[in-house]
């Protein structure tokens, strides 16, 4: 079935996630630092929906927060590494020769590095904050991007439409953005939603490994670090911030998985 | 002014030699031709012949490696890049495949207004009129503006190429297997499409091809290139006539024709053609009847014997007619 | 003389917008043994689909509506699987336009012949072996013990072709299809392949289905002929009928848009206006009737049906009048 990528239900399911966390403040029923120690260690009711932690602070306004918060650094993540990836791959494919060589390699280099460890080093020297933390996993992602990028760039200016275009006069300076951009697009949103996907995860699980944001803010990832060690007896302090992060990665990869079939199909005909 | 016989395009000595890990390949070895005003020029070859070399040369697409370009007048590489792309207003091109040769994510009037943007010809509104008048030219409709090249067939798509082919006025065009990709009926429609936007803009062809049926059709002048040379030049008579080198011989007598008579034998032979021998004088000379049994062949440089005004070949020993 | 290959009322079709639509047509045709017919057409004719029809490779969403394909008397196209799957590849073979893809990249040709000949007898290894290097002989490969040892792309477009031919020819089959297996080969390597399968074919009395779109070579290589347009058979008799006296008004106009150096250059090209229906805008009676010149209100009505007309076969109403005019007119 043909997909419809400004309509379907992975594009849809984005949509809302992103629509509820970053309306928090209004759909919140409590302040997510308010302590209440009344309430402390309630399991799902109809006054905390997903519960209380340990000090009674509504869980599910923590995780709308919290989801605020970890959707705002994977967003601004997966955009530098998309302008940083874009930018790299692009220049690597029409320069081609040395510069080809150098900048791919370097890329090959960084995805040598183990992530979790490049993460530690630059979070232990500029510190975890909603500035570094997108700057830090934007760069972790983009070596992936850049090689994307590159090799469609040197697919497309292969092709005879290029080639009649520098013959119909087009300038150089054009024609990557006005012939080979548009040619590549889908490929380049494939790789937002697989790059979105992997910043939420890794911001998930920096924060999780103490990395990411420091209390009391909180993202999903600290949440669940709060809430894994009471995992036995309070469940719902891990589950649902764990929920949370599953049905978005999901729905990332879901649909940049679903505008690569579509591609594909395209390609190959009967 | 340009009079019926200047040459409004030359190659001169051109060789583009390719440094490969299996070896050096001389795409064009010293090939020498001539594009005349209003005139077709058919380059006929097989496969590794250098004819598309020879095209992309001729465009500027690629730079020889010894050997001179002239397009009218201007030595090509003596220009300087953005020169080279202002001359390029004057020869334009239509390519094989007449899908991959479209952007597919651009509509037809995109796709032909493409040379107007390009040299800043116009407005919004006056290139959208030339547009409607070059898709008539061609054979299309005006429905046809906002259509995306996956939505026309492969003969449409092709008149889409000419039409931007024709959109800056161009003197010479050069058609690199333009009909090879089309079906037989459609082919015949764009040939006849092609001779009449030729006779009715004054426009010189430079037609590639491998079917000789299409080169005699078109072409008031032949070269037959093999293997990077040419190997034999002349008019339709000369070369299907007349042919001396006995590689146009063996090509001619190769094709097969549609007729109810038809021989049954067009080759005798089975076996696989051998390849070329590095450092024969004649690099046909593995494949020749003749040549293979001669000493001159193998190792004395062929000069250029000039038949006629008109008819050249490069041949130690031509073929004898009586 | 017995059918090699009989094909009764083929009807392919597949999803559209619209529903299934026809994309071949009710074809029948026969193919005596030892025979060479030529199938021609223009894109979507149906030449290539009903050559995999043959070979029983349709898959979804082209689905076989109807029809009976007989091989030497069997029917394959209700023939179990299995059972099918022996005689596919022995009794009938089929090769292609590009040998790239139809050999393995990465294994030795020599390879690739031992495993069709072992598939298809009961030789061990070295005897298979030695028929691969006389096979590769037979299809005019030089030095075909060292060449037996070769990767693909150690090799030409013709020679490689031959490679394929070899493995088709493995098993010792009735009927070899070609589909268009000479168009992406140089003429001079065309002549010589076309050659070698006449010579390959009258030694074995196998029949052959040349689907070409190159009318040169379905007169050159073919005894008989079938034009097949927009799915339908239009047109069924020997090559020197049809070329001769070309009946139906496509072939006609096929014929007369052939361009090759023996045509009139002063003239434009005889072609004929406009283009083959899309499978799901076929119209009503005729499929040709909206570009025919010939055309009555009966043929936008009626389909008519592969009938004889004097000589031949073919499918129009008006057969008999315009053999009389073609006739009169040569």
Known sequence: MKFNWRYSFSGFLILLILGICLAAPILAPYDPNAIAVADAFSGPTAKNWMGADDLGRDSFSRILYGGRITILIAMAATAIALLIGTTWGLVAGVRRGWVDEFLMRTADATMAIPQILFALVCVSAVG?????????????????????????????????????AIASGTKRSKLILSEVMPNIAPQLLVQLSINAAAAVMLEATLSFIGLGIQPPNASWGTLMLQGYAKIWNTYWFVFFPALAVTITILAFNAYGERIRVTMDSRRSSV | MI????????????????????????????????????????????????????????????????????????????????????????????????????????????????????????????????????????????????????????????????????????????????????????????????????????????????????????????????????????????????????????????????????????????????????????????????????EDCKSLPIQITQGSSTHSWLCHSPVVRS | MTNALVVKGLSLSVPSASGRVTVIDDLSFDIPAGRRVGLVGESGSGKSLTAYSLMRLIKEPV????????????????????????????????????????????????????????????????????????????????????????????????????????????????????????????????????????????????????????????????????????GKLVEHGSVSQIFSNPVHPYTKALLNSHCDYTIDVNEPINSIAGQPPRPDNRPTGCVFSP????????????????????????????????????????
Do not use: W
């Open chain 2, 3 to 294: 009079s019926q016989n200047d040459s409004v395009a030359t190659l001169s000595g051109v060789s583009r030699i390719f440094k490969g890990k299996t070896g050096t390949v001389h795409a064009l070895d010293d090939v020498t031709f001539d594009l005349k005003a209003g005139k077709t020029l058919a380059l006929v070859g097989e496969s590794g012949s250098g004819k598309t070399t020879a095209a992309r040369v001729l465009l500027g697409l690629d730079q020889p490696s010894s050997g001179s370009i002239e397009v009218l007048g201007r030595e090509l590489g003596s220009l300087k890049y953005e020169e080279l792309r202002l001359l390029r207003r004057e020869i334009q091109v239509v390519q094989q495949d007449p899908f991959s040769q479209l952007n597919r994510r651009h509509s037809v009037e995109r796709i032909i207004s493409s040379p107007l943007i390009a040299f800043n010809i116009g407005d919004k509104q006056s290139r959208r009129k030339q547009v409607i008048d070059l898709l008539k030219a061609v054979g299309l409709e005006e429905e046809h503006l906002n259509r995306r090249p996956h939505e026309l067939s492969g003969g449409q798509c092709q008149r889409v190429a000419i039409a931007r082919a024709l959109a800056v006025d161009p003197k010479i065009v050069v058609l690199d297997e333009a009909v090879s990709a089309l079906d037989v009926s459609v082919r015949a429609q764009v040939l006849n499409l092609l001779r009449e936007i030729q006779s009715s803009r004054g426009l010189t062809y430079l037609f590639i091809t491998h079917d000789l049926g299409v080169a005699h059709y078109m072409a008031d002048e032949i070269a037959v290139m093999f293997r990077g040379r040419i190997v034999e030049r002349g008019n339709r008579d000369d070369v299907f006539k007349q042919s001396q080198h006995h590689y146009t011989t063996g090509l001619l007598s190769s094709v097969p024709l549609a007729s109810p008579t038809a021989e049954k034998r067009i080759s005798e032979q089975v076996q696989s053609l051998p390849s070329p021998i590095e450092g024969d004088a004649c690099n046909y000379r593995s494949r020749c009847a003749v040549g293979s049994g001669r």
């Open chain 1, 128 to 164: 975890a904050s909603v500035i570094s933390l997108p700057i830090v996993v934007g760069i972790l992602l983009s070596p992936t991007t850049a090689r994307m990028a590159r090799s469609a760039v040197v697919t497309e200016l292969a092709s005879d439409y290029v080639t009649a």
């Open chain 3, 63 to 230: 689905r076989i509506e109807k029809g009976e394909i007989f091989l030497e008397g069997q029917e394959i196209l209700g023939m179990d699987m299995k059972k099918f799957r022996h005689l596919r590849g022995n009794d009938i073979s089929m090769i292609y336009q590009d040998p790239m893809s139809a050999l393995n990249p990465i294994m030795r040709i020599g390879a690739q012949i031992i495993e069709s000949i072992q598939l298809h007898s009961d030789l061990n290894r070295s005897q298979a072996r030695k028929a691969a290097i006389e096979l590769l002989a037979s299809v005019g490969i030089p030095e075909p013990d060292r060449r037996i040892d070769s990767y693909p792309f150690e090799m030409s477009g013709g020679m490689l072709q031959r490679v394929v031919i070899a493995i088709a020819l493995s098993g010792q089959p009735k009927v070899l299809i070609a589909d268009e297996a000479t168009t992406a080969l140089d003429v001079t390597t065309q002549a010589r392949v076309l050659t070698l399968i006449d010579n390959l074919a009258a030694e074995r009395g196998l029949s052959v289905l040349l689907i070409t779109h190159d009318l040169g070579v379905a007169a050159q290589f073919s005894d008989e002929l079938m034009v097949m347009y927009a």
């Open chain 3, 291 to 330: 570009r025919c010149p010939h055309v009555q209100p009966k043929c936008r009505e009626t389909v008519p049906q592969l009938e004889i007309a004097q000589d031949r076969l073919t499918a129009c109403f008006r057969a008999e009048e315009l053999f009389e005019l073609g006739r009169l007119n040569r």
